[in-house]
């Protein structure tokens, strides 16, 4: 008997996820690999979905602990472009997507798999997130999307295949939200957030406690970065993955971190999406904070262009992209001296910062007080405004004062 192709499987021990582990054996008559990688989710022990697909028959099941990377290698780069996709959310998902395509990748190397399948729909971000890492990583790999193709379009004719077909199914209702979850926070949605007017139920917080209900004095939170990265929380050095979990639950308790927004998604549609990202928001600030510090006008101009840039990129799967290597290359030169710390205060949802410092600080006290000790030169002022508005004296005095007020037909 001719030995059957393989194909790795993104496998989360889901629904769909299992019932695919059985599918691509039925169906597709392959041998299954199934990889569960841990990116920091809520299910701490995951050693329970690798047996699951053992017992459903998958020659092979792996769960990998990829926190750690995560934070250094991918999680480091968000924080240097202040990445925020559309200005709001903190890309906690599109993150994650590279490093488990990667993995997916060397494992489909290691078994001489000529297939990598994923659980994604055909509507979401996370098929074209996947699909266009896993092709600039391999362009020969073939990638199975069952969900797209499959005739199970609803839960109960997903639950009789598996019943029908040996594979276990959950005792439980359905849930009533979609939920990604990581280091870098939750995302939140489907169920009664389509309605764009509703209110998000309180029972899709989970890491922050309702403003309502959190103490009335502030607690302060003090984050060091040296280049750019968080190297320290209130004053105690820490790698970054437990610098995160920290932060997490410092701006959680304190209720910090909700996001309810109309995003643009990569395939077209609008979607209502609920995220919760206490330590993504409460150090992107910082560093973003600390930044206006240490970096000159010109470069956070450019710079804050740059950003959006990068999140738009990582947002639609361009991970492994040259434009990303080459923002990455431009942040890396300008995060060599944002270095130093920053004060928060955090109280009731809300966030302020309340001090910086650093040994690159571009602030010149003697510049900038209006007290004793003035060191600017007062007498330049009148030159550099007469050649600053030159341009705007002679536009006037050619093409008529105040055109540019005229009404607009």
Not at 53 to 69: C, N, T, V
Not at 75 to 98: C, D, F, M, Q
Not at 216 to 229: L, M, N, R, S
Request: proline share 4%; with cysteine; aromatic share 8%.
């Amino acid at each position: 008997m001719a030995e059957k192709e393989k194909v790795v499987l993104a496998y989360s021990g889901g629904l769909d996820t299992s019932v695919i582990v059985k599918w691509l054996q039925i169906e597709k008559n392959l041998d299954v690999v199934a990889i569960c990688g841990n990116v920091g989710q809520d299910e701490k022990d995951l050693s329970w979905i690798k047996q699951k697909a053992l017992d459903m028959g998958a020659i092979a099941s792996e769960a990998i602990d990829m926190r750690a990377e995560y934070a250094d290698k991918i999680l480091t780069k968000a924080i240097w472009a202040n990445g925020k996709y559309e200005g709001i959310y903190p890309l906690l998902s599109a993150l994650s997507r590279p490093l488990i395509s990667k993995h997916l990748v060397d494992i489909a190397h290691q078994y001489g798999a000529k297939y990598i399948a994923h659980g994604c729909t055909g509507k979401g971000n996370d098929q074209v997130r996947f699909e266009t890492c896993i092709r600039a990583l391999d362009p020969q790999i073939q990638i199975i999307a069952p969900v797209r193709v499959w005739d199970l379009t609803t839960r109960d004719s997903e639950m009789e295949w598996a019943e029908a077909n040996g594979v276990p199914v959950p005792t439980t209702h359905k849930k009533p939200y979609s939920i990604d979850d990581n280091l870098w926070g939750r995302a939140i949605e489907c169920g009664v957030l389509e309605d764009t007017w509703n209110t998000p139920p309180a029972d899709i917080w989970t890491m922050t406690s309702n403003p309502e209900d959190c103490p009335a004095d502030p607690e302060a939170v003090t984050i060091g970065f040296e280049a750019g990265v968080p190297v320290s929380i209130n004053g105690e050095k820490k790698p970054l993955l437990d610098l995160i979990i920290e932060a997490n639950e410092i701006a959680g308790r304190n209720g910090f971190g909700r996001i309810d927004m109309i995003e643009d998604r990569v395939v077209g549609i609008k979607s209502r999406e609920c995220y919760e990202c206490p330590a993504a928001l409460l150090l992107i600030q910082a560093h973003q904070s600390l930044e206006t510090l240490c970096l000159d006008a010109e470069t956070l101009k450019q710079k804050a262009k740059n950003d959006v840039e990068w999140a738009s990129t990582v947002y639609r799967g361009l991970w492994f992209s040259q434009n990303r290597n080459a923002l990455d290359a431009y942040n890396a030169y300008t995060q060599k001296f944002v270095t130093g710390e920053v004060r928060i205060k955090l109280c009731k949802g809300g966030l302020f910062v309340d001090g910086l410092r650093s040994p690159y600080s571009l602030y010149d006290y003697n510049l900038a007080t209006y007290d004793e000790g003035d060191t600017f030169d007062h007498t330049a002022a009148r030159g550099f405004i007469d050649l600053h508005g030159l341009q705007s004296k002679t536009w006037s005095r050619v093409q008529g004062p105040g055109s540019g007020l005229q009404p607009i037909d």
